[in-house]
């Protein structure tokens, strides 16, 4: 059971620099989310998407780019890094007619010097 | 615009005592969810709440949803050590799920 899948797991990247997060999952969700998570902060959200085709602005979107591919996949991109996008970044999904109860991914630390 | 709030944020607490966490929510909502996070870990689903007056509880944990006052219980009983976790409160409006900054719970044996 893969559940939501992840990668990198961990990146160091310069400044100015572009990465793309991953994020899978195979529980046939209809709902993807991207969160960061920072010391004191919770979880904030930066993009959803709601159904495949679709995507909306979260809580901080700024910096931010998202593609939903597919049903199982949903990236986001950081097109010029900065170090206030050092954090920890977080992958879910979930289904509507289930709850919407989210299930995530283990976390890609990003660290951007 | 939807906020979440939590509180305490941190909290420490003696083995066998009973405490309460609080989460306030700004607008209307579709589900309130309670999440379980372990230092370096994922977050877990605790509990679902879909409607005022829902109560929910597994083992020492249960969860309550006042949908008038916009607010959401997670009460503690007889804590225990294995307990100690940061817990979020999330709220679902339109598929938008907003959480709070969660409380760290720290249990002392």
């Known amino acids: 059971n893969a559940g939501v899948t992840q990668t990198p797991k961990f990146q160091v990247l310069k400044t100015g620099q572009s990465m793309t997060l991953q994020c899978a999952q195979d529980?046939?969700?209809?709902?993807m989310y991207w969160y960061r998570q920072d010391p004191g902060m919770g979880l904030r959200l930066i993009y959803y998407?709601?159904?495949?085709?679709?995507?909306d602005k979260g809580e901080v979107p700024n910096g931010y780019n998202v593609s939903r591919l597919n049903k199982r996949e949903f990236s986001l991109r950081l097109e010029s890094a900065a170090p206030s996008q050092t954090s920890v970044y977080f992958c879910?999904?979930?289904?509507?007619?289930?709850?919407?109860?989210?299930?995530f991914g283990a976390g890609t630390r990003l660290s951007v010097l | 615009e939807l906020k979440v709030e939590q509180n305490p944020l941190f909290l420490s607490m003696q083995e066998g005592k009973n405490y309460t966490i609080y989460c306030n929510y700004s607008?209307?909502?579709?589900?309130l969810y309670w999440y379980r996070q372990d230092p370096g870990k994922s977050l877990e689903s605790l509990f679902v709440?879909?409607?005022?007056?829902a109560v929910k509880q597994e083992g020492r944990l249960m969860a309550s949803l006042d949908t008038k006052a916009r607010l959401s219980t997670l009460h503690i009983t007889a804590a225990v050590h294995d307990l100690s976790a940061t817990y979020f409160c999330?709220?679902?409006?339109?598929?938008?799920?907003?959480f709070g900054k969660g409380t760290r719970l720290h249990i002392l044996p």
């Open positions: 879910a999904s979930s289904h509507q007619g289930r709850g919407n109860i989210q299930y």
């Open positions: 529980m046939n969700h209809n709902s």
């Open positions: 998407s709601a159904s495949e085709g679709t995507t």
């Open positions: 607008t209307t909502s579709d589900r």
């Open positions: 709440l879909l409607s005022n007056g």
């Open positions: 999330a709220v679902d409006r339109d598929d938008k799920i907003i």
